[in-house]
């Protein structure tokens, strides 16, 4: 079992900048790659992030390339999203996601993700 508390959420002007957290406990030796979705109302959770637990593999989606980053400084169990130059269309719960037993099939689908934080608030205003 894996768990994860997702943090740092927040309203934030358009322009600026929030580090999210991602504190993972249990058996989080036995994670393989951990990420991010978000999910605005109205909306389908969407893929934001991954990066292997041990390194590896890093993506991202479009609409981030460029703004934001994760990160797992000095291989602790805290992953961090840097998130910069925040728009408005990025106002969503943003959720923490952790995969241990990895199909093979694509890290971009919320159904391979095996353990979920409870999410955290992000509100950029225009």
């Known amino acids: 079992q894996v768990q994860l508390v997702d943090a740092g959420g927040g309203l934030v002007q358009a322009g600026g900048s929030l580090r999210l957290s991602c504190a993972a406990s249990g058996r989080a030796d036995s994670i393989y790659a951990i990420g991010w979705f978000r999910q605005a109302p109205g909306k389908e959770r969407e893929f934001v992030t991954v990066?292997?637990?041990?390194?590896?593999?890093?993506y991202y989606a479009d609409s981030v390339k460029g703004r934001f980053t994760i990160s797992r400084p000095n291989a602790k169990n805290t992953v961090y999203l840097q998130m910069n130059s925040l728009k408005p269309e990025d106002t969503a719960v943003y959720y923490c996601?952790?995969?241990?037993?990895?199909?093979?099939?694509?890290?971009?689908?919320?159904?391979?993700?095996?353990?979920w934080g409870q999410g955290t608030q992000v509100t950029v205003s225009s």
């Open positions: 990066t292997g637990w041990y390194g590896g593999i890093t």
């Open positions: 996601a952790a995969i241990v037993e990895f199909s093979g099939s694509d890290y971009y689908t919320p159904g391979e993700y095996d353990y």
